[in-house]
C-alpha cells in the first residue's frame, strides 16, 4: 500500500441541497413544475428540515469536518420583499449545529431553485432582476455574518441553464432556446458579481465563491476532435468563471463527467446514472481551474450506486486524483462528496441513491452504507491507502 497524505487542515465531508432533502417545499419553481405534473414531488422527502441534528451526528460520527449544504430562497423570501425571520432563525440553527459539531460550515445561496414570485416577474431571463438576487445574499449573509462559514452564490450555473433552455428537461422546459440559454449565463454571471460586492460591503472578509460543474472534455490525437474539445472546454467550463474571477475569493469545482471526442468508443464502469465512471478527468479539471490562481473546492464528486459496490472504488480513485492534483500545485482545499444522505435526484425524483448514508423514505430512517467507512478512514487520518 502506497500512503497518500493530504495537507494539515484539509476539508473532508460531504453535500447536500435544500430542495433534494430537506422537504416541504412549496413555493418555488420545482414544486410548481411537480404539481403541472412535469416532474416527480419531492414531497417530505428525508426529511432533513427537522432531522438536520441527527443528520449532522452521522456526518460527525463518519470522519466529516465539514458540511456544505444550501439555503433555499423560496423560504427567506416567500413573497417580494419579504423576508421570514423564522427561516431566517431555522438557517441559523442549521449552521450553529455544523460549528458545535465542528463542521466547518459551506452554505449556497442558490442551487437551482427559485421562488415564485421571482419567476413570475421572468427569472434570471431578465437583466433587470438581478438585483433581487443580490438582495437575498444581502440579506442572508448579513443576518449569519456571526457564522463562520464559507459561503458560495450560485450552484451549477451551465447546468441549470443547459437543463432550462437547452435540453428542456427542467423549469422552465424550454428547448433548445440557444440564445436564451445564452443570455441566463450572463444574468447569473451579473447576480454573482452583485451579490458578492454586497455580501464584501458588510463582511469584507466573508470568503465567497462560485460553484462550476466542469467537465473533462478530451480529444484523440485527431486535430479536429482535439479543436472540438478545446471549443466546448472554453464554453462550458471557461466562459462563466472568466466573467466572475475577479469576484471570487475561491472556486468549487464539481465533477460528475468526461466527454471523449473520439473515432473509437471506449468502454467505462457505469453508475446507476448511466454516467462513466471516469475519475481521473478530475485531475484534469482540477489542473486546468488552477488557472484562476484561487483556492479549490471540490465541492461536489460522487456517484449513484444503490448496491453500493463501486462507491468506495469511486471514491478513492476520486481522492488520489486529487492529491495528484495537489502534488502538481493546484490549490486544493476540501472535497465535499454529493451527498450525505440519499436524496431527491431532480427529474429522477427519489430513485437514484448518491448517499453516503441510505433513507428509507417510508420511515424516515437513515443507514451508514458500507462505503462511508472507508471514506471515514481517509478523512481522519487526512490520508489515502492505495496499491
Ligand atoms: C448537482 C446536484 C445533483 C448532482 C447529481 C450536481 O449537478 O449540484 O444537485 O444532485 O449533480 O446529479
Known amino acids: 500500500m502506497q500512503k497518500y497524505n493530504f495537507p494539515k487542515g484539509f476539508y473532508w465531508g460531504a453535500a447536500s441541497a435544500s430542495y433534494q432533502v430537506e422537504g416541504n417545499i412549496f413555493n418555488n419553481d420545482w414544486a410548481k413544475a411537480a404539481e403541472d405534473g412535469f416532474v416527480p414531488f419531492a414531497g417530505d422527502g428525508p426529511d432533513h428540515y427537522s432531522r438536520y441534528e441527527k443528520d449532522f451526528d452521522l456526518a460527525k460520527s463518519i470522519g466529516h469536518n465539514c458540511h456544505r449544504l444550501s439555503i433555499e430562497w423560496s423560504r427567506i423570501e416567500p413573497k417580494e420583499g419579504y423576508f421570514d425571520e423564522k427561516e431566517i432563525e431555522h438557517y441559523k440553527n442549521v449552521i450553529q449545529a455544523l460549528e458545535k459539531r465542528g463542521l466547518t460550515p459551506f452554505i449556497t445561496l442558490w442551487h437551482f431553485t427559485l421562488p415564485n414570485w421571482f419567476v413570475e416577474k421572468g427569472g434570471f431571463t431578465k437583466k433587470r432582476n438581478v438585483k433581487y438576487f443580490a438582495r437575498y445574499a444581502k440579506r442572508v449573509t448579513d443576518s449569519l455574518k456571526d457564522c463562520t462559514a464559507f459561503w458560495t452564490t450560485f450552484n451549477e450555473p451551465m447546468v441549470y441553464a443547459s437543463n432550462g433552455w437547452m435540453r428542456g428537461n427542467w423549469p422552465p422546459f424550454r428547448f433548445g432556446h440557444f440564445f436564451e440559454m445564452w443570455n441566463v449565463v450572463n444574468n447569473l454571471a451579473r447576480a454573482h458579481n452583485a451579490a458578492y460586492i454586497e455580501i464584501k460591503k458588510h463582511d469584507p472578509d466573508a470568503d465567497v465563491s462560485v460553484v462550476k460543474n466542469n467537465i473533462y472534455f ?29 469576484y471570487c475569493d475561491s472556486i468549487g469545482v464539481n465533477y460528475y463527467f468526461h466527454s471523449e471526442y473520439s473515432s473509437t468508443k471506449s468502454d467505462y464502469p457505469k453508475s446507476d446514472m448511466g454516467w462513466d465512471l471516469y475519475p481521473e478527468g478530475l485531475y484534469h479539471v482540477l489542473v486546468d481551474v488552477a488557472k484562476y490562481k484561487k483556492p479549490i473546492f471540490v465541492s461536489e464528486a460522487g456517484i449513484a450506486d444503490e448496491k453500493d459496490s463501486k462507491r468506495a472504488w469511486y471514491i478513492k480513485e476520486l481522492i488520489y486524483n486529487m492529491w495528484l492534483a495537489i502534488d502538481d500545485g493546484v490549490d486544493l482545499r476540501g472535497y465535499m462528496y454529493w451527498s450525505l444522505i440519499d436524496n431527491y435526484e431532480w427529474s429522477f425524483g427519489y430513485q437514484k441513491r448518491f448517499g453516503l448514508i441510505a433513507v428509507d423514505y417510508e420511515t424516515k430512517e437513515r443507514k451508514i452504507r458500507e462505503s462511508a467507512y472507508e471514506y471515514k478512514a481517509i478523512c481522519k487520518s487526512n490520508t489515502l491507502l492505495r496499491k
Open 218 to 246: 478530451h480529444g484523440d490525437t485527431k486535430l479536429w476532435n482535439k479543436a472540438k474539445a478545446k471549443v466546448v472546454s472554453w464554453f462550458w467550463n471557461d466562459r462563466f468563471l472568466r466573467k466572475v474571477k475577479n
